[in-house]
T-cell receptor, first 114, second 113 residues
C-alpha cells in the first residue's frame, strides 16, 4: 500500500533557528496536505499543495511540492516558541483508490528552546 | 458553529467490553472519517464515509464498526475492546470537494485494561 515517510522524527532547536521537515511518498501523489498538532491538541490544517514544483508561503512557513509529486517539505524560518508541535504531511494517491483517503506521515515533533 | 465534537473525552474499558465513540459535526460536511493516533505511528485511518448511508474501510478497520445514518453523526463502535485498541481517536470531517481540508475533533483518549 501507499507509504508516506517523514523525517526527522524529532527536532529540537533554539528559538530563532530554522527548521525543516521532509516528506517522501512511495507513490506519485495528486496532492499533499500539511497539518500541525500542538501538544495535547488535535491536528489543524495548514495548507494543501497540488501542482508539481509548487511553493507556497505562510508568513515564516514555506511549503514545497517536488517536481515528481512524490516529496514535499515544510521550512520554518526563525522559529518561535509558538511553533512547538508535531507537523504531519498527508498525501493522496494520484491514481487508484478513493479520492478522499489521505495517508499520513508519522510526523515530526518540533521543540523550541527559548 | 461547534465544528466537530467528540464524546467522551476520556474512557477506560476492560477487555471485552463494548462502547461507542460519538462524533458529530454541524458544518453539513459530506465526508467524515475516524483515525487513531498511537505514539510514533502518526494518524491511521480506521473507517470513513462519503455521505449518509455510505461507509468504507480504511487502513486499520479490524475491531471497529461504523454507520452513517445522518449527515451530522458518525459513531465508531468497539464491539469487544482489546488492549491493542488503547489509543487516541480523532474524528474528522471535510467540507470542500476541491481542497479536502479536514477538520478534526478534539479526540477521545481510550484506555483498555
Amino acid at each position: 500500500g501507499q507509504q508516506v515517510m517523514q523525517i526527522p522524527q524529532y527536532q529540537h532547536v533554539q528559538e530563532g533557528e530554522d527548521f525543516t521537515t521532509y516528506c517522501n511518498s512511495s507513490t506519485t501523489l495528486s496532492n499533499i496536505q500539511w497539518y500541525k498538532q500542538r501538544p495535547g491538541g488535535h491536528p489543524v490544517f495548514l495548507i494543501q499543495l497540488v501542482k508539481s514544483g509548487e511553493v507556497k508561503k505562510q508568513k515564516r512557513l514555506t511549503f514545497q511540492f517536488g517536481e515528481a509529486k512524490k516529496n514535499s517539505s515544510l521550512h520554518i524560518t526563525a522559529t518561535q516558541t509558538t511553533d512547538v508541535g508535531t507537523y504531519f504531511c498527508a498525501g493522496r494517491r494520484e491514481s487508484g483508490g478513493s479520492n478522499y483517503k489521505l495517508t499520513f506521515g508519522k510526523g515530526t515533533l518540533l521543540t523550541v528552546n527559548p | 458553529n461547534a465544528g466537530v465534537t467528540q464524546t467522551p473525552k476520556f474512557q477506560v474499558l476492560k477487555t471485552g467490553q463494548s462502547m461507542t465513540l460519538q462524533c458529530a459535526q454541524d458544518m453539513n460536511h459530506e465526508y467524515m472519517s475516524w483515525y487513531r493516533q498511537d505514539p510514533g505511528m502518526g494518524l491511521r485511518l480506521i473507517h470513513y464515509s462519503v455521505g449518509a448511508g455510505i461507509t468504507d474501510q480504511g487502513e486499520v478497520p479490524n475491531g471497529y464498526n461504523v454507520s452513517r445514518s445522518t449527515t451530522e453523526d458518525f459513531p465508531l463502535r468497539l464491539l469487544s475492546a482489546a488492549p491493542s485498541q488503547t489509543s487516541v481517536y480523532f474524528c474528522a470531517s471535510t467540507r470542500d470537494r476541491v481542497t479536502y481540508e479536514q477538520y478534526f475533533g478534539p479526540g477521545t483518549r481510550l484506555t483498555v485494561t
